[in-house]
């Protein structure tokens, strides 16, 4: 495990993770619960370092059923989900909380916001740097590899580092 960056701390039986133990990824996602020849086996629990977490009943490895919970509570719905669909696109704490007054407006989950790295975007659950295609979670700590679709996505649709102001060009009238 010292290899590829993983740690276990629990039970072993034979030289294998078995009963209850404590595995951590490389990626900082650990998961808590009963293990069976050196797999998740039984109940446990995924937490991720954006802080939501996936409780799950495993089978030799494989999940076989689970339910997800995002960091700010909300759960997620596989059936029925009405959570930003088209018809509601306030954030979770604003369904629960309420909307701010006029002239305060919510630009993302948390209050405050993250201060965004320059030239970096904020693409939910971490920075994304456009010259380097790389996602690192809020700490600073590597995530992923934007392939081409999600490059384009966070480049489209993700607040910026920077201010870009639009609209009429005084004088000429033209955008």
């Known amino acids: ?3 590829t960056g993983s740690s276990y ?3 072993y ?7 209850r133990g404590e595995y951590t990824l490389p990626t900082h996602t650990r998961y808590e619960g009963e293990m069976k020849d050196g797999m998740f086996h039984g109940k446990g629990v995924l937490h991720f370092p954006n802080g939501g977490k996936y409780e799950g009943l495993w089978e030799n490895g494989i999940c076989k059923q689970g339910r997800y919970t995002f960091s700010d509570g909300l759960e997620y719905e596989e059936k029925d989900w009405d959570y930003c669909d088209g018809y509601d696109r306030r954030f979770y704490t604003e369904r629960c909380y309420g909307l701010k007054p006029a002239g305060e407006s919510q630009l993302t989950n948390s209050h405050p916001p993250p201060v965004i790295p320059d030239g970096c975007y904020d693409c939910g659950d971490g920075f994304y740097d456009p010259n380097t295609r790389v996602v690192t979670d809020y700490a600073g700590s590597f995530l992923r590899n934007a ?4 490059h384009q996505w966070i480049t489209r649709t993700c607040r910026k580092a920077w201010d870009e102001f639009v609209g009429c060009i005084p004088g000429n009238g033209t955008m």
């Open 9 to 11: 701390s629990g039970t």
């Open 1 to 3: 495990m010292e290899f």
């Open 13 to 19: 039986e034979n030289g294998r993770m078995e009963g």
């Open 147 to 150: 392939d081409d679709h999600e």
